[in-house]
Nanobody, 116 residues
Framework: VQLQASGGGLVQPGGSLTLSCAAS????????MRWYRQAPGAQREMVAG???????RYADSVKGRFTISRDSAKNTLYLQMDSLKSEDTGVYYC???????????WGQGTQVTVSS
């Protein structure tokens, strides 16, 4: 499975962006999909996750501002980011984990810069 992340860019504080992560083929269930981010000089951290059953989880820093969703028919994962802050700046990576066979896939990353 190949993952293609897109949607990053430069946005002012308070603005919004929507990230997408398209898989090259249908992903087997059960699975879970996550968005991670890595700020300059920092470790990669999990931002949001969603399971094949629809359960979601968020980092405390983005709760109430970010929304993760998935479209299984399109094999695509999304991250709606609202009320963006400068500390949201970083490279965002999508990650798909398939429990059967413990297969782990990563997208190439998309840069998000929040700055005035």
């Amino acid at each position: 499975v190949q993952l293609q992340a897109s949607g990053g860019g430069l946005v002012q504080p308070g603005g919004s962006l929507t990230l997408s992560c398209a898989a090259s083929e249908t992903v087997s269930s059960p699975n879970r999909m996550r968005w991670y981010r890595q700020a300059p000089g920092a470790q990669r951290e999990m931002v949001a996750g969603i399971t094949s059953g629809g359960s979601t989880r968020y980092a405390d820093s983005v709760k109430g501002r970010f929304t993760i969703s998935r479209d299984s028919a399109k094999n695509t994962l999304y991250l709606q980011m609202d009320s963006l802050k400068s500390e949201d700046t970083g490279v965002y990576y999508c990650n798909f984990y398939i429990y059967g066979g413990a297969r782990d896939y990563w997208g190439q990353g998309t840069q998000v810069t929040v700055s005035s």
